[in-house]
């Protein structure tokens, strides 16, 4: 029965898809559990649906649009962050309330609109195309080798920016740099589990890992082989039972989350 399915056109490219966003949000997540960035994903993944609704009403590409929004989004939040007198937590807040409020009104005026906008809500891997896949690998091979290069700069800025800016650093640059490629990144996986679920993706991966290990290495290798191991089995077992791929991924992400939380607090262990 699996090599059956392994046959199928439409599982390969899920399965190819699914295993490279795997890949790129595991590492992704490294930074945002290390930085606590756990809302600006939440609020950048919500606020690409402005521009996704945008797309839809103009005809042209969402995840394009919905791309360049997010990108915006996610650099001005990065901005107000740093050097706004607006808490981070409220300027998220106002900006993810009006990009969500725009794409409302925008979709008032978008005929036939409904079924394009469930699959970006909920997301679909199974329909990724061949096009997709191939633009998903240049952005995540373009994105990991700006992260490899400036690896050990970005972890001295997760721990503690000031210092590195005062070693020499361009903590503003790394900064930016990992704010856009998180939030092009939402719109990727998208296609995956959909804009309400995608930062779940950005998130559980580190957040699990660090529930067993302590050190960085130990939390990104494992952070990367659990997301390609929840992946898998996620368009596995919602294709066996035909449930939405991506709710599917997250629930069996959040329920693991849950149970080890629940062992440690249980049997007292401590990261290792």
């Not at 939405?244 to 939380?261: C, D, L, R």
Request: hydrophobic share 60%; proline share 2%; with cysteine.
């Amino acid at each position: 029965m699996m090599l059956e399915i392994l046959q199928i056109p439409f599982m390969q490219k899920a399965l190819i898809g699914g295993i490279i966003l795997a890949v790129l949000l595991s590492v992704l997540s490294l930074f945002i559990n290390l930085k606590n960035w756990s809302f600006i994903t939440v609020g950048i993944s919500h606020a690409a649906f402005g521009g996704l609704a945008i797309g839809l009403f103009l005809g042209i590409s969402p995840p394009l649009t919905g791309m360049v929004f997010a990108a915006l989004i996610g650099l001005f939040i990065g901005y107000i962050s740093r050097k706004g007198d607006i808490h981070e937590d409220i300027s998220i807040g106002i900006l993810f309330s009006l990009s969500m409020a725009l794409g409302v009104i925008v979709l008032t005026f978008t005929p036939n609109y409904s079924s394009d906008m469930f699959t970006f809500l909920f997301g679909n891997i199974l329909t990724i195309t061949g096009e997709e896949i191939y633009m998903l690998l240049l952005f995540s091979f373009l994105s990991l080798a700006f992260i490899a290069f400036f690896f050990q700069k970005i972890m001295f800025c997760c721990y503690n920016e000031d210092v590195a800016y005062v070693s020499g650093i361009n903590t503003g640059f790394l900064y930016y740099g990992i704010i856009l490629i998180i939030s092009i990144a939402t719109i990727l996986a998208v296609k995956l589990v959909g804009v309400i679920l995608s930062s779940a993706m950005m998130i559980l991966p580190a957040a699990l890992s660090r529930q067993v290990f302590w050190h960085y290495k130990k939390i990104l290798i494992s952070s990367v082989i659990i997301s390609i191991f929840m992946v898998l089995t996620g368009i596995f077992i919602s294709f066996y039972y035909n449930l939405p791929a991506g709710a599917t991924i997250v629930f069996i992400y959040s329920m693991t989350f849950a149970f080890v939380i629940l062992i440690k607090k249980i049997t007292g262990l401590k990261s290792v």
